[in-house]
């Protein structure tokens, strides 16, 4: 069994930080890529961050580079996504999945995910 735990969402004001976790537990806990995900309504899901299984490797949306840095804690079994100089258009549901392949793939091909945590920026 796979779990996947986010957190740390909220209403932050735009040129604000924000730090979101994702705890996995199970099969889910070492040795696999995780990425962080958005999705808004009616829009499809976007990759934003993702991070191989030893933390040697990181990819980013063009939309985030320079602004997110994804890190992960292999001794916790939890992945962070640092956001910093967030913008209204960051405002989007916050996903962590799990793939067992490097370099990240697309959404569809990530096999466990998490509930979401809401992230919201106000100008």
């Known amino acids: 069994q796979v779990e996947l735990a986010e957190s740390g969402g909220g209403l932050v004001q735009a040129g604000g930080s924000l730090r979101l976790a994702c705890v996995a537990s199970g099969r889910a806990s070492i040795g696999t890529t995780i990425g962080w995900f958005r999705q808004t309504p009616g829009k499809e899901r976007e990759f934003v961050a993702a991070?191989?299984?030893?933390?040697?490797?990181?990819r980013y949306a063009d939309s985030v580079k320079g602004r997110f840095t994804i890190s992960r804690d292999n001794a916790k079994n939890t992945v962070y996504l640092q956001m910093n100089s967030l913008k209204p258009e960051d405002t989007a549901v916050y996903y962590c999945?799990?793939?067992?392949?490097?370099?990240?793939?697309?959404?569809?091909?990530?096999?466990?995910w998490g509930q979401g945590t809401q992230v919201t920026v106000s100008a």
């Open positions: 991070i191989d299984s030893t933390g040697g490797s990181t």
């Open positions: 999945a799990v793939d067992s392949s490097w370099p990240p793939r697309l959404w569809t091909a990530y096999g466990y």
